[in-house]
């Protein structure tokens, strides 16, 4: 993909680092409001691991969709960030996204279902964990959703920029 210094500074600081943080934080509040009265956190059940995990899967690419495409297409327009206008494979590679940011986000939510959240229950799975303290899930869930933010806010990010024309180019 041909992206200018200024995209990808754009694209690792706000999108993969600013998102990731943001996520982490977030999460981690929302595992401890959560779990906060539970003395461990059981991988099946209701609440548990596995529940949280589709969760997180299906709603933060959802609701990072709907919230990235308007801050992206903001900074586009402000000028803080020029659009892809260079043809690559890269850009047509996510083009394939659909247009409205809600579908895109449930796309972008089956693939996190699709890879992420296996991997994580797989790795917990290995090591034979059947529950975690509250502290421990909590510090998972960070991980987790800090990972899965920081892989889907540049993908969104990137469909924005391609598919948006520079100010003053009607």
Known sequence: MYLSEAQRKYLVHDQ??????????????????????????????????????????????????????????????????????TPSPGRSMVLWLPRLSFVRGLVLALGALATLAPVLLGLLALAGVEQLSVGAFVAVKTVYAAVMAGVC??????YVMATSRAPGLL
């Not at 982490?24 to 548990?48: C, E, I, Q, Y």
């Not at 529940?51 to 919230?67: E, F, K, Q, R, S």
């Not at 806010?153 to 990137?158: D, G, N, R, S």
Request: hydrophobic share 55%; glycine share 6%; aromatic share 4%.
């Open 153 to 158: 806010a540049p993908v969104i990010a990137l």
């Open 16 to 85: 993969i680092i600013g998102s990731a943080i943001f996520n982490a934080l977030l999460n981690a509040l929302l595992a401890w409001l959560t779990f906060r009265h539970h003395a461990s956190v059981p991988m099946k059940g209701d609440p548990s691991i596995i529940g949280d995990a589709i969760g997180t899967a299906v709603l933060l690419p959802l609701l990072t969709c709907v919230i990235v495409t308007p801050l992206v297409r903001t900074a586009l327009n402000k000028g803080k960030v020029d659009p892809l206008l």
